[in-house]
Protein backbone atom coordinates (compact mmCIF):
# COMPACT_ATOMS: atom_id res chain seq x y z
CA UNK A 1 0.00 0.00 0.00
CA UNK A 2 1.01 3.20 -0.41
CA UNK A 3 0.80 6.95 1.67
CA UNK A 4 -2.41 7.74 -1.11
CA UNK A 5 -4.19 4.43 -0.50
CA UNK A 6 -6.88 5.33 1.89
CA UNK A 7 -7.61 9.06 0.21
CA UNK A 8 -8.02 9.64 -3.07
CA UNK A 9 -6.99 13.61 -4.05
CA UNK A 10 -10.67 13.94 -5.23
CA UNK A 11 -11.82 12.48 -1.81
CA UNK A 12 -10.13 15.51 -0.18
CA UNK A 13 -13.36 17.68 -0.07
CA UNK A 14 -13.82 19.17 3.29
CA UNK A 15 -17.12 19.26 4.52
CA UNK A 16 -17.19 21.52 7.44
CA UNK A 17 -20.70 22.77 8.69
CA UNK A 18 -22.10 19.33 6.91
CA UNK A 19 -23.79 16.66 8.69
CA UNK A 20 -20.69 14.93 9.82
CA UNK A 21 -20.53 16.59 13.07
CA UNK A 22 -17.37 15.90 15.33
CA UNK A 23 -15.80 13.39 12.55
CA UNK A 24 -12.33 13.60 12.40
CA UNK A 25 -12.15 12.49 8.81
CA UNK A 26 -14.20 14.91 6.50
CA UNK A 27 -15.56 12.00 4.44
CA UNK A 28 -17.07 8.60 4.54
CA UNK A 29 -15.12 5.41 3.51
CA UNK A 30 -15.28 5.14 -0.16
CA UNK A 31 -16.35 1.17 -0.85
CA UNK A 32 -14.60 1.68 -4.55
CA UNK A 33 -11.66 1.46 -1.97
CA UNK A 34 -12.88 -2.03 -0.20
CA UNK A 35 -10.47 -4.19 -1.69
CA UNK A 36 -7.70 -2.46 0.66
CA UNK A 37 -9.40 -3.43 3.81
CA UNK A 38 -9.08 -7.37 2.46
CA UNK A 39 -5.05 -6.86 2.40
CA UNK A 40 -3.73 -9.71 4.61
CA UNK A 41 -1.02 -7.61 5.36
CA UNK A 42 -3.11 -6.32 7.42
CA UNK A 43 -3.33 -9.08 9.74
CA UNK A 44 1.00 -8.09 10.57
CA UNK A 45 0.04 -4.92 12.35
CA UNK A 46 -3.09 -6.06 13.31
CA UNK A 47 -3.08 -9.33 14.32
CA UNK A 48 -6.39 -10.85 15.25
CA UNK A 49 -5.36 -13.42 17.79
CA UNK A 50 -4.22 -10.20 19.74
CA UNK A 51 -7.67 -8.48 19.03
CA UNK A 52 -9.47 -10.88 20.37
CA UNK A 53 -7.33 -11.64 23.74
CA UNK A 54 -7.27 -7.38 23.91
CA UNK A 55 -11.66 -7.85 23.24
CA UNK A 56 -11.49 -10.23 26.59
CA UNK A 57 -15.16 -11.88 25.10
CA UNK A 58 -17.13 -13.98 27.77
CA UNK A 59 -18.27 -16.98 26.61
CA UNK A 60 -21.60 -17.15 24.61
CA UNK A 61 -20.98 -13.15 24.11
CA UNK A 62 -22.84 -10.36 22.05
CA UNK A 63 -20.29 -8.84 19.77
CA UNK A 64 -20.73 -6.15 17.69
CA UNK A 65 -18.17 -5.30 14.78
CA UNK A 66 -19.08 -1.51 14.83
CA UNK A 67 -17.50 -0.36 11.10
CA UNK A 68 -17.32 -3.55 10.15
CA UNK A 69 -16.78 -2.56 6.39
CA UNK A 70 -16.22 -5.88 4.54
CA UNK A 71 -16.26 -7.81 7.59
CA UNK A 72 -12.50 -8.80 7.72
CA UNK A 73 -11.87 -9.27 11.45
CA UNK A 74 -15.55 -9.82 12.46
CA UNK A 75 -15.22 -13.35 9.81
CA UNK A 76 -11.67 -13.44 12.36
CA UNK A 77 -13.27 -13.45 15.23
CA UNK A 78 -16.05 -15.75 14.03
CA UNK A 79 -14.13 -18.21 13.18
CA UNK A 80 -12.02 -18.32 16.03
CA UNK A 81 -15.36 -18.26 18.75
CA UNK A 82 -17.78 -20.27 17.53
CA UNK A 83 -19.68 -19.35 20.79
CA UNK A 84 -19.40 -15.48 19.87
CA UNK A 85 -22.37 -14.17 18.14
CA UNK A 86 -20.55 -11.65 16.09
CA UNK A 87 -22.90 -9.08 14.70
CA UNK A 88 -21.23 -7.20 11.38
CA UNK A 89 -22.35 -3.50 11.38
CA UNK A 90 -22.16 -0.78 8.69
CA UNK A 91 -24.02 2.17 8.05
CA UNK A 92 -23.10 1.15 3.85
CA UNK A 93 -25.14 -0.91 2.09
CA UNK A 94 -22.28 -1.96 -0.49
CA UNK A 95 -19.69 -2.57 2.29
CA UNK A 96 -22.25 -5.37 3.48
CA UNK A 97 -22.83 -6.67 0.01
CA UNK A 98 -19.15 -7.41 -0.46
CA UNK A 99 -19.16 -9.20 3.17
CA UNK A 100 -22.03 -11.21 2.14
CA UNK A 101 -20.48 -12.21 -1.23
CA UNK A 102 -17.68 -13.61 1.14
CA UNK A 103 -18.16 -17.57 1.13
CA UNK A 104 -17.11 -17.33 5.01
CA UNK A 105 -20.65 -14.98 5.44
CA UNK A 106 -22.46 -18.38 4.50
CA UNK A 107 -20.54 -21.34 6.23
CA UNK A 108 -19.79 -18.96 9.42
CA UNK A 109 -23.00 -19.86 11.26
CA UNK A 110 -22.15 -17.27 13.89
CA UNK A 111 -21.25 -13.78 12.08
CA UNK A 112 -24.70 -11.53 11.19
CA UNK A 113 -23.76 -8.89 8.49
CA UNK A 114 -26.31 -6.18 9.90
CA UNK A 115 -27.19 -2.35 8.65
CA UNK A 116 -26.92 0.33 11.27
CA UNK A 117 -30.55 1.28 10.13
CA UNK A 118 -31.86 -1.87 11.52
CA UNK A 119 -29.87 -2.21 14.90
CA UNK A 120 -32.24 -0.27 17.34
CA UNK A 121 -33.39 -4.10 17.73
CA UNK A 122 -29.84 -4.58 19.44
CA UNK A 123 -29.78 -1.72 22.48
CA UNK A 124 -28.18 -2.06 25.29
CA UNK A 125 -27.54 -5.57 24.42
CA UNK A 126 -23.63 -6.10 23.01
CA UNK A 127 -21.22 -7.18 25.78
CA UNK A 128 -18.25 -6.24 23.64
CA UNK A 129 -18.29 -4.17 20.87
CA UNK A 130 -15.03 -3.72 18.20
CA UNK A 131 -14.20 -0.75 16.24
CA UNK A 132 -11.29 -0.80 13.99
CA UNK A 133 -10.18 2.22 12.06
CA UNK A 134 -14.19 3.43 12.37
CA UNK A 135 -13.20 6.30 15.28
CA UNK A 136 -12.01 8.73 12.97
CA UNK A 137 -14.82 8.56 10.82
CA UNK A 138 -17.85 8.72 13.01
CA UNK A 139 -19.67 11.64 13.92
CA UNK A 140 -20.89 12.22 17.21
CA UNK A 141 -24.79 10.89 16.51
CA UNK A 142 -22.62 7.96 15.59
CA UNK A 143 -20.44 7.53 18.21
CA UNK A 144 -23.87 8.16 21.09
CA UNK A 145 -25.46 5.40 19.06
CA UNK A 146 -22.39 3.04 19.54
CA UNK A 147 -22.49 4.14 23.08
CA UNK A 148 -26.62 2.74 22.64
CA UNK A 149 -25.28 -0.65 22.17
CA UNK A 150 -23.80 -1.36 25.15
CA UNK A 151 -25.17 -3.79 27.76
CA UNK A 152 -24.64 -2.52 31.19
CA UNK A 153 -20.65 -3.52 32.04
CA UNK A 154 -20.35 -4.05 28.35
CA UNK A 155 -17.03 -2.49 27.07
CA UNK A 156 -15.82 -1.19 23.49
CA UNK A 157 -11.94 -1.78 22.10
CA UNK A 158 -11.30 0.96 19.84
CA UNK A 159 -8.37 0.77 17.35
CA UNK A 160 -7.35 2.98 14.82
CA UNK A 161 -4.61 4.89 13.01
CA UNK A 162 -2.44 6.66 15.58
CA UNK A 163 -1.56 10.25 15.15
CA UNK A 164 1.58 10.47 16.71
CA UNK A 165 3.19 7.11 15.39
CA UNK A 166 5.17 7.64 12.14
CA UNK A 167 3.51 5.15 9.25
CA UNK A 168 3.92 4.34 6.02
CA UNK A 169 0.55 3.95 5.50
CA UNK A 170 -3.11 4.54 6.71
CA UNK A 171 -4.87 8.28 6.51
CA UNK A 172 -3.47 11.37 6.34
CA UNK A 173 -2.63 12.50 10.03
CA UNK A 174 -5.39 15.62 10.52
CA UNK A 175 -7.61 12.45 9.73
CA UNK A 176 -7.36 10.63 12.60
CA UNK A 177 -6.30 11.01 15.92
CA UNK A 178 -3.75 10.69 18.85
CA UNK A 179 -4.31 8.44 21.49
CA UNK A 180 -5.17 11.30 23.91
CA UNK A 181 -7.44 13.28 21.39
CA UNK A 182 -9.09 9.96 20.85
CA UNK A 183 -9.31 9.70 24.85
CA UNK A 184 -10.86 12.75 25.17
CA UNK A 185 -13.30 12.78 22.43
CA UNK A 186 -14.61 9.68 24.54
CA UNK A 187 -14.58 11.37 27.93
CA UNK A 188 -16.04 14.06 27.01
CA UNK A 189 -19.03 11.57 25.94
CA UNK A 190 -19.05 10.08 29.09
CA UNK A 191 -17.13 7.15 28.67
CA UNK A 192 -14.44 5.96 31.32
CA UNK A 193 -11.50 4.98 29.04
CA UNK A 194 -8.16 2.92 29.64
CA UNK A 195 -5.04 3.26 27.36
CA UNK A 196 -3.84 0.16 26.45
CA UNK A 197 -0.39 -0.59 25.03
CA UNK A 198 0.20 0.73 21.25
CA UNK A 199 0.45 -1.83 18.04
CA UNK A 200 2.68 -0.96 15.59
CA UNK A 201 0.79 1.86 13.52
CA UNK A 202 -2.61 1.69 16.13
CA UNK A 203 -3.84 3.27 19.32
CA UNK A 204 -5.78 0.86 21.60
CA UNK A 205 -8.27 2.46 24.02
CA UNK A 206 -10.60 0.42 25.89
CA UNK A 207 -13.88 2.07 27.06
CA UNK A 208 -16.80 1.25 29.21
CA UNK A 209 -19.86 3.43 30.49
CA UNK A 210 -18.47 6.31 32.55
CA UNK A 211 -21.92 6.03 34.30
CA UNK A 212 -21.19 2.52 35.49
CA UNK A 213 -18.05 3.41 37.35
C1 LIG B 1 -11.92 2.12 7.29
S1 LIG B 1 -13.32 1.09 7.24
C2 LIG B 1 -12.83 -0.16 8.42
C3 LIG B 1 -13.58 -1.46 8.26
C4 LIG B 1 -13.20 -2.57 9.24
N1 LIG B 1 -13.39 -2.20 10.62
C5 LIG B 1 -11.80 -3.03 9.03
O1 LIG B 1 -10.90 -2.61 9.77
O2 LIG B 1 -11.57 -3.83 8.13
C6 LIG B 1 -14.57 1.99 8.15
C7 LIG B 1 -15.97 1.42 8.02
O3 LIG B 1 -16.82 2.07 8.98
C8 LIG B 1 -18.08 2.26 8.39
N2 LIG B 1 -18.81 3.31 9.13
C9 LIG B 1 -18.56 4.62 9.17
N3 LIG B 1 -19.47 5.26 9.93
C10 LIG B 1 -20.32 4.31 10.38
C11 LIG B 1 -21.48 4.33 11.20
N4 LIG B 1 -21.96 5.47 11.69
N5 LIG B 1 -22.12 3.18 11.47
C12 LIG B 1 -21.64 2.02 10.97
N6 LIG B 1 -20.56 1.93 10.18
C13 LIG B 1 -19.90 3.06 9.88
C14 LIG B 1 -17.75 2.62 6.96
O4 LIG B 1 -18.85 2.43 6.09
C15 LIG B 1 -16.60 1.65 6.66
O5 LIG B 1 -17.07 0.43 6.14
Do not use: C
Not at 21 to 38: T, V
Not at 55 to 84: K, N, Q, S, W
Not at 157 to 182: C, M, N, Q, V
Amino acid sequence: MTPHDHHSSESHGHHHGGGRHGARQPEAFNPARAALLDDPARFEHLPPDKILELLDAPAGALVIDFGTGTGTFAIELARRRPDLRIVALDNQPAMLELLRAKPEAKSLRNLEPLLTAEVGRLAASADRILAINVLHELDDEALGQLKSLLKPGGVVLFIDWDSAIERPIGPPKDHTYTAAEARARLESLALRVEELPAMKYHFVLRARRAERA
